[in-house]
């Protein structure tokens, strides 16, 4: 008989306590136990000489109270997006960075960018501002501002030297999502994404966690057109499902490629089951476009620099402003709000 995954703890449990771990008993629960993380463990008279006792009675209960804390830090921000894939490679840092770019063009928004990725966070080096360090006042921590409209929050700015490997625990990994969103001074600010890593565990049940009492606007999904690509996608979209996250769409990264010099497009990455545009229709969510792949966004964000102003006229620059307006059609906005006219 092949073996099977077993599920440790209910799904809707984990979505709901993603930052509770359950107390490591020593003995198992006698007949009449109130249950190790109920309100009354460790306390009622059924635990009266439980080798458990002292455990349950000592683990932590009730919701988190830097969760409302967090909510009036972030109360001046309107719109939070998440940008998440599944998949490793597939652009979600450089999405980030694009988008983010794309909504500072309009000089009347304030935009915010966290990087969530704390293991191999890239959000620095694309803004370009990977040598600079966190500012800490009376207020809180104050973002990197790469413009005087654009911010970035990154555990790269902490690091002793830029190649210095993050190796952490989940826990030590959540309390730092946790301290970017409670002592940070994002102020009044019209969008904050937040870019995560690859998959469906700590770093994600976090961000819901502590923005589900503020509010997330939703969630785009990056993919590239191979199915080996498409298949984490499908999990991430149903994770989103089951925590409550609002999928705003689908982008397709890397489909096809740009020549520079003559602009024609070759299929570098060719989809053999539909690619993005299928996969949205199979899983009922918006299909955002396509963006090509263009040499010039790795050099842009090798360089620090912002592909809208380098190269504004180029086939992956168009692209990318109109997977930019139906981001902001899905969270409620007029094309104008989002970006200004050409």
Not at 181 to 191: C, N
Request: contains cysteine; charged residues 25%.
């Amino acid at each position: 008989m092949a073996p099977s995954l077993e599920e440790p703890e209910p799904v809707q449990d984990v979505l709901d306590n993603p930052l509770k771990s359950r107390p490591q008993l020593v003995a198992p629960e006698p007949e009449h136990c109130p249950g190790p993380e109920s309100d009354s463990a460790g306390k009622a008279d059924s635990c009266a000489g439980c080798p458990n006792q002292a455990i349950c009675a000592s683990a932590p209960k009730g919701p988190d109270p830097d969760i409302p804390l967090i909510a009036d830090r972030l109360s001046g921000v309107k719109h939070k997006i998440l940008v998440l894939s599944g998949k490793g490679g597939v652009g979600k840092s450089t999405f980030t960075s694009l988008l983010a770019h794309a909504f500072a063009t309009n000089d009347d928004a304030t935009v915010g960018v966290m990087d969530a990725d704390i293991c191999g966070p890239s959000i620095p080096k694309m803004m370009g501002v990977e040598s600079e360090t966190i500012h800490v006042s009376g207020t809180g921590w104050s973002p990197v501002w790469v413009a005087d409209n654009l911010g970035v929050m990154s555990i790269q700015f902490m690091l002793p030297n830029r190649d210095d490997a993050v190796i952490w625990r989940g826990p030590k990994k959540n309390g730092l999502i946790k301290q970017f969103l409670k002592e940070v001074e994002w102020g009044s600010m019209d969008f904050l994404l937040v870019d995560t890593p690859p998959g469906t565990s700590d770093e994600h049940l976090s961000v819901n966690s502590f923005l589900k009492e503020s509010g997330i606007d939703g969630a785009v999904m990056v993919t590239t057109p191979q199915e080996v690509a498409l298949l984490d996608v499908r999990k991430e979209i149903d994770f989103c499902r089951k925590a409550g996250i609002k999928v705003l769409g689908l982008v397709e990264n890397m489909s096809g490629f740009v020549c520079p010099k003559c602009t024609h497009e070759s299929q570098i990455f060719k989809a053999t089951t539909g690619g993005g545009e299928a996969l949205a229709k199979e899983m009922g969510v918006p299909f955002l476009g396509e963006v090509p792949l263009d040499p010039r966004i790795g050099m842009a964000c090798d360089y620090g620099e912002s592909f809208f102003d380098h190269y504004p006229d180029s086939p992956a620059c168009k692209a990318l402003k109109t997977v930019v307006r139906r981001v902001g059609h899905e969270i409620g906005l007029e094309a104008q709000q989002v970006l200004p006219d050409d």
